[in-house]
């Protein structure tokens, strides 16, 4: 059979050779033009609707990629030739090896991009710089030393404020699972620590029809 494109003896798919095949169908489209959605504070990176703290480029560039039906990427490689992905605007070669559920051997495919960075604030940081908080960790009754080696615990990205008192201090954490790690780990130290851990919940409002509490967590150092 005969390839109704180019007429050569060979037929790959759709009536087609494989070479005249390749020149009408993509496997892969790969923009000219990337860009990206990085938080101006702390460079995490926007993919869909989720920011994304710790992320490589040729994740970032996969995702900004469209696969035919059928297709994967096995490999690819990202060289940079102008500039950093830290810069609002720089150039990558990409080398990107395709494999397609039709052919056996994968498609190869190079080709110079673009990209650009565009900047706004993620949810994390326009939280942390409006004061906002989940929970708050109450730590009373320790000397200021084990005070401050408990704080350390936290980890400061979670930390809206901290407001310090005479008899400890207390810590807003912006993200309400984080504290309950961070309570659930530092049990394990009572022993060491000497301290009982309590809580409490105030009512916050509303998210989508369902209350909303915020847990205040007492560490009390036992005298």
Not at 47 to 72: A, P, T, V, Y
Not at 145 to 169: A, C, F
Not at 172 to 187: A, E, L, M, P, V
């Amino acid at each position: 059979m005969f390839c109704v494109v180019c007429g050569k003896n060979e037929i790959f798919i759709d009536s087609q050779c494989k070479e005249c095949y390749f020149k009408s169908h993509t496997v892969v489209q790969i923009p000219d033009k990337i860009a990206v959605m990085r938080c101006k504070f702390c460079n995490a990176v926007l993919i869909g609707k989720e920011w994304h703290d710790c992320i490589s480029l040729d994740k970032i560039i996969i995702s900004n990629l469209k696969l035919d039906k059928g297709s994967k990427i096995e490999s690819i490689s990202v060289k940079m030739i102008h500039g950093n992905e830290y810069q609002a605007l720089y150039k990558v070669t990409l080398g990107i090896q395709v494999s397609t559920d039709f052919d056996h051997e994968n498609v190869v495919i190079d080709k110079e991009v673009i990209v650009k960075n565009n900047y706004s604030v993620c949810v994390k940081c326009s939280r942390l710089r409006g004061g906002y908080y989940e929970d708050i960790v109450q730590i009373r009754n320790f000397d200021e030393l084990i005070t401050k080696e408990l704080v350390s615990m936290i980890n400061p990205e979670q930390i809206s404020k901290e407001i310090y008192l005479k008899n400890g201090v207390d810590v807003y954490i912006i993200d309400k699972h984080f504290t309950k790690r961070f309570i659930s780990n530092i049990s394990r130290l009572k022993s060491k620590y000497k301290f009982e851990v309590t809580t409490s919940r105030k009512l916050y409002g509303k998210k989508d029809g369902v209350d909303v509490y915020r847990t205040t967590y007492l560490l009390r150092h036992l005298v």
